[in-house]
């Protein structure tokens, strides 16, 4: 079993940054591929956002958020950073963090997650 515990939320003004943290519970954080996920207000799918390979290596962003956004990992804390840049209003979402199923890479939909964080709101005003 493990747990995510994922901090760092907030409100912040457009061209703001943030930085959200994610800590695992478990031994097998070291050998777990990461995401994170958003969900933006009621009514949109939640989608997904960035994703680190176990060494943190190897990365993988959406489109939205490639150049903003960067994930990161420090497998001695058990710990799933990323570091949002430049941010928009339409970065306004829940973020979650995720461990990820070891299918084909880049593993990015709902359905490879294996567990989930509570996530951690991020309001960006304009």
């Known amino acids: 079993q493990v747990q995510l515990v994922e901090s760092g939320g907030g409100l912040v003004q457009a061209g703001g940054s943030l930085r959200l943290s994610c800590e695992a519970s478990?031994?097998?954080?070291?050998?777990?591929?990461m995401g994170w996920f958003r969900q933006p207000p009621p009514g949109k799918e939640r989608e997904f956002v960035a994703?680190?390979?176990?060494?943190?290596?190897?990365?993988h962003y959406a489109e939205a958020v490639k150049g903003r956004f960067t994930i990161s990992r420090d497998n001695a804390k058990k710990t799933v950073y990323l570091q949002m840049n430049s941010l928009k209003p339409e970065d306004t979402a829940v973020y979650y963090c995720?461990?990820?199923?070891?299918?084909?890479?880049?593993?990015?939909?709902?359905?490879?997650?294996?567990?989930w964080g509570q996530g951690t709101q991020v309001t960006v005003s304009s």
């Open positions: 995720a461990v990820m199923q070891r299918t084909a890479w880049p593993p990015q939909s709902i359905s490879e997650v294996s567990y």
């Open positions: 478990g031994r097998t954080f070291g050998n777990s591929r």
């Open positions: 994703l680190i390979n176990t060494n943190g290596e190897v990365t």
